[in-house]
């Protein structure tokens, strides 16, 4: 009996990986992935595929260039025998590097399973301008209309802007208003010096002789009083705060002015100066291996 019941629990590994699926495996035996752009999709069984490489930095940046292949090493794992972390490479332009290389899997039959489908693996990365990078899109290194250029919000120049914007509102608000006061004032018959009115001569000052007399000499129609003007501290700030507005985007607007010519890096469109063409102006930029790191997710 028990030879046998031992002959039984030293089959039961062989079993195990024979009722296993050919396609479910392990991350940790895995020693390298390599990933394709332009479309490519990952296999799929319980989730919907999902790109092999997805670019997952702002929009200005992953419209820059599009990686074409990218190699993943296995560096061993974290907490947990299959938490892999991952080393991952592709070529990149000068201007570009990558940051981050995020690996997701589907798990095999659930997001918690440590066995996960063959070929459903893809990468999820970021990636970020280099020195060379910033000085040819200062604009994408400024990060924006209110941005610090550290990847911050330059909340002075934001506080300025709604200050400008609220006074310039009420400026012209106030004016509007003024001026149909002063139309509605306008539309009342006028009374000459002289005491002709639109009913001729007659006595006093009109044909009641109840009007009021002229104005003394010297003093002002009331009219030009009703006139609005701004007055100085509102002129002042809304002065200082476009002064600030404009000062603080000067140099960006300087750089943009002899950068604006230059398109993509690798994709279609315009290319270096404007020309279009295809995804081979990228020929033009310089290449360099660029590794960033991740670790490892299911889906």
Same mark, same amino acid.
Request: hydrophobic share 30%; with cysteine.
């Given at each position: 009996?028990?030879?046998?019941?031992?002959?039984?629990?030293?089959?039961?590994?062989?079993?195990?990986?024979?009722?296993?699926?050919?396609? $479910? #495996?392990?991350?940790?035996?895995?020693? /390298?992935?390599?990933? *394709?752009?332009?479309? &490519?999709?990952? %296999?799929?069984? !319980?989730?919907?595929?999902?790109?092999?490489?997805?670019?997952?930095?702002?929009?200005?940046?992953?419209?820059?260039?599009?990686?074409?292949?990218?190699?993943?090493?296995?560096?061993?794992?974290?907490?947990?025998?299959?938490?892999?972390?991952?080393?991952?490479?592709?070529?990149?332009?000068?201007?570009?590097?990558?940051?981050?290389?995020?690996?997701?899997?589907?798990?095999?039959?659930?997001?918690?399973?440590?066995?996960?489908?063959?070929?459903?693996?893809?990468?999820?990365?970021?990636?970020?301008?280099?020195?060379?990078?910033?000085?040819?899109?200062?604009?994408?290194?400024?990060?924006?209309?209110?941005?610090?250029?550290?990847?911050?919000?330059?909340?002075?120049?934001?506080?300025?802007?709604?200050?400008?914007? $609220? #006074?310039?509102?009420?400026?012209?608000? /106030?004016?509007?208003? *003024?001026?149909?006061? &002063?139309?509605? %004032?306008?539309? !009342?018959?006028?009374?000459?010096?002289?005491?002709?009115?639109?009913?001729?001569?007659?006595?006093?000052?009109?044909?009641?002789?109840?009007?009021?007399?002229?104005?003394?000499?010297?003093?002002?129609?009331?009219?030009?009083?009703?006139?609005?003007?701004?007055?100085?501290?509102?002129?002042?700030?809304?002065?200082?705060?476009?002064?600030?507005?404009?000062?603080?985007?000067?140099?960006?607007?300087?750089?943009?002015?002899?950068?604006?010519?230059?398109?993509?890096?690798?994709?279609?469109?315009?290319?270096?100066?404007?020309?279009?063409?295809?995804?081979?102006?990228?020929?033009?930029?310089?290449?360099?291996?660029?590794?960033?790191?991740?670790?490892?997710?299911?889906?």
């Amino acid at each position: 009996m028990i030879p046998g019941t031992l002959a039984w629990l030293l089959a039961l590994p062989a079993l195990a990986l024979a009722a296993r699926p050919k396609d $479910a #495996i392990k991350l940790s035996d895995v020693r /390298s992935l390599t990933l *394709r752009g332009n479309g &490519a999709m990952t %296999n799929h069984r !319980r989730v919907g595929a999902i790109p092999q490489l997805r670019c997952v930095s702002k929009k200005a940046l992953c419209e820059l260039y599009d990686i074409d292949v990218m190699r993943c090493s296995n560096e061993g794992s974290g907490w947990g025998d299959e938490d892999i972390q991952w080393s991952c490479t592709a070529s990149l332009p000068e201007e570009l590097k990558l940051v981050t290389t995020d690996v997701i899997c589907e798990g095999y039959n659930s997001p918690d399973d440590p066995y996960v489908l063959k070929g459903s693996c893809g990468v999820e990365y970021r990636v970020a301008l280099t020195r060379k990078g910033e000085r040819r899109y200062p604009n994408i290194a400024n990060g924006g209309w209110f941005s610090d250029g550290r990847g911050g919000t330059d909340w002075g120049a934001l506080l300025f802007t709604i200050i400008f914007v $609220a #006074i310039l509102g009420w400026i012209i608000y /106030s004016a509007c208003y *003024r001026a149909q006061e &002063a139309g509605g %004032n306008s539309n !009342r018959p006028r009374r000459r010096r002289d005491g002709w009115s639109s009913g001729g001569w007659g006595p006093g000052w009109g044909p009641d002789g109840d009007d009021p007399p002229p104005p003394y000499p010297g003093s002002k129609p009331s009219s030009q009083s009703d006139t609005w003007r701004p007055g100085f501290w509102s002129g002042a700030a809304g002065g200082a705060a476009a002064g600030y507005w404009a000062g603080s985007r000067n140099q960006q607007n300087h750089h943009n002015h002899h950068n604006d010519g230059y398109g993509s890096i690798g994709r279609g469109g315009s290319g270096w100066g404007g020309r279009s063409g295809s995804s081979s102006g990228s020929n033009n930029s310089n290449r360099h291996e660029s590794t960033g790191f991740g670790s490892t997710s299911r889906r």
